[in-house]
């Protein structure tokens, strides 16, 4: 079956610092239109940075949408223009302060496909230097280094709930095993 929704008019609803909205009309595959509600976002880059000892560094924020402290993977919006490699460099230095000795991207994943265009490019970070965090002005974070064991706890324990962060630490855990080779 053909599943393609053709677009015939887009209209931007809202523009805001990080995302815009769009409506969007569509004609869908048996001919009918239809709309859908867009929220369009420039695409993130989220590092998992492994230690030599094999531990995970963690950033720790609060969240407004959530209203609550959320434990996550270092991640950062792209600026315009930017390549997801430099923006996850860039990210891993300024939210933790360590800077990747190597650099490999092992993700592409579609966020929430149902409503969003967001694309997160995740990397993986090793041989990582330890220098100084400088996380933009209106962030206020904290990392730490964490066991594996100890993420995967947390998140059977519904402590950790960031999607991206789930899929990075089962991840990281198939890395560490040397299930999951890095090129």
Same mark, same amino acid.
Do not use: W
């Given at each position: 079956?053909?599943?393609?929704?053709? $677009?015939?008019?887009?209209?931007?609803?809202?523009?805001?610092?990080?995302?815009?909205?769009?409506?969007?009309?569509?004609?869908?595959?048996? *001919?009918?239109?239809? $709309?859908?509600?867009?929220?369009?976002?420039?695409?993130?880059?989220?590092?998992?940075?492994?230690?030599?000892?094999?531990?995970?560094?963690?950033?720790?924020?609060?969240?407004? /949408?959530?209203?609550?402290?959320?434990?996550?993977? /270092?991640?950062?919006?792209?600026?315009?223009?930017?390549? /997801?490699?430099?923006?996850?460099?860039?990210?891993?230095?300024?939210?933790?302060?360590?800077?990747a000795?190597?650099?490999?991207?092992?993700?592409?994943?579609?966020? $929430?496909?149902?409503?969003?265009?967001?694309?997160?490019?995740?990397?993986?970070? $090793?041989?990582?230097?330890?220098?100084?965090?400088?996380?933009?002005?209106?962030?206020?974070?904290?990392?730490?280094?964490?066991?594996?064991?100890?993420?995967?706890?947390?998140v059977?324990? *519904?402590?950790?709930?960031?999607?991206?962060?789930?899929?990075?630490?089962?991840?990281?855990?198939?890395?560490?095993?040397?299930?999951?080779?890095?090129?």
């Open positions: 079956m053909n599943y393609y929704e053709k $677009t015939v008019n887009e209209e931007r609803k809202y523009t805001g610092n990080i995302i815009n909205v769009d409506k969007v009309t569509v004609v869908l595959p048996d *001919g009918r239109e239809s $709309t859908r509600d867009v929220v369009r976002h420039p695409g993130a880059s989220v590092i998992l940075p492994i230690t030599d000892d094999g531990k995970i560094i963690m950033v720790e924020q609060y969240r407004k /949408p959530c209203e609550m402290i959320s434990l996550e993977l /270092p991640a950062g919006k792209l600026d315009a223009g930017e390549p /997801p490699e430099e923006c996850a460099k860039r990210e891993l230095q300024e939210e933790t302060g360590y800077i000795g190597k650099l490999a991207k092992v993700l592409t994943i579609h966020s $929430t496909p149902g409503f969003s265009d967001e694309v997160l490019h995740m990397f993986v970070a $090793t041989d990582l230097v330890e220098k100084n965090a400088h996380p933009d002005e209106d962030e206020f974070i904290s990392c730490r280094k964490y066991d594996i064991s100890e993420l995967i706890s947390m059977e324990k *519904g402590e950790i709930t960031d999607a991206k962060t789930i899929i990075g630490i089962f991840l990281a855990d198939r890395i560490i095993k040397g299930e999951h080779k890095l090129s």
